[in-house]
């Protein structure tokens, strides 16, 4: 069937966040006395915070004691102080744009907070075209589990046939082919093509897809 809709990841797929994320996780831990280094965090990143706590000290949660602070901390890391400095990805707010003009219905999926999640598509500065939304609240499972793409996918109201998600992680992957979604994935998360061997295409970042699939855009104004 004929591409009706894409559900787009933001962290690593429309800002480059991945490391914030990873370094706001290690200094929450560090608040809270624990000593989780960065390249034990980074693989992770793409994973819901509520995955990612228990993967990294097992006897801790989100929902009480040191865990839920840590977590609580670094939400509070990323909205206070790495948001501000983040940076799209190369070609994102082109490709959203590109994107909308070939009439494709758009959605966000991320496992991000609303709050969190407003900022980083403002860092992405494609705040004013995606308004169509899911976030962590949505969904009572985050990725890697299929839940927030299911979400997507009932918002959306297409089969999964007629969609594809872009993301960069090896959950994202995950999470779309729980719900028979293909992902073209893109290389400026930080994860390399073997983790994203899954996907239906792999692209340095969106200006690569963009340069792909819509050359004759290539060069036009957003106006």
């Not at 994860?191 to 897809?209: C, N, V």
Request: glycine share 8%.
């Amino acid at each position: 069937m004929e591409l009706q809709g894409v559900i787009l990841d933001v962290d690593g797929t429309l800002v480059l966040s991945n490391d914030a994320h990873a370094q706001a996780w290690v200094e929450a831990f560090a608040d809270s006395g624990y000593e989780v280094p960065f390249e034990k965090v980074r693989p992770l990143i793409g994973m819901g915070g509520d995955k990612v706590l228990p993967k990294l000290v097992p006897e801790l949660n989100d929902e009480e004691g040191d865990g839920k602070k840590i977590s609580q901390r670094r939400k509070e890391l990323v909205i206070n102080h790495y948001a501000a400095n983040l940076k799209p990805t190369n070609g994102s707010r082109q490709l959203v744009l590109q994107m909308q003009r070939a009439g494709l219905k758009l959605i966000v999926a991320s496992s991000a907070t609303s709050e969190e999640l407003s900022l980083l598509l403002k860092a992405a500065q494609v705040d004013d075209l995606l308004t169509e939304t899911t976030s962590s609240s949505d969904a009572d499972n985050s990725k890697p589990a299929p839940d927030i793409v299911e979400v997507a996918l009932k918002k959306l109201d297409l089969p999964p046939s007629e969609v594809v998600m872009l993301g960069d992680t090896p959950y994202d992957i995950e999470a779309a082919g729980g719900c028979g979604v293909g992902v073209i994935a893109v290389r400026s998360g930080g994860f390399d093509d073997e983790q994203l061997k899954g996907a239906i295409g792999i692209y340095d970042d969106p200006a690569a897809l963009l340069a792909d699939y819509f050359r004759e855009t290539l060069g036009e104004d957003e106006a």
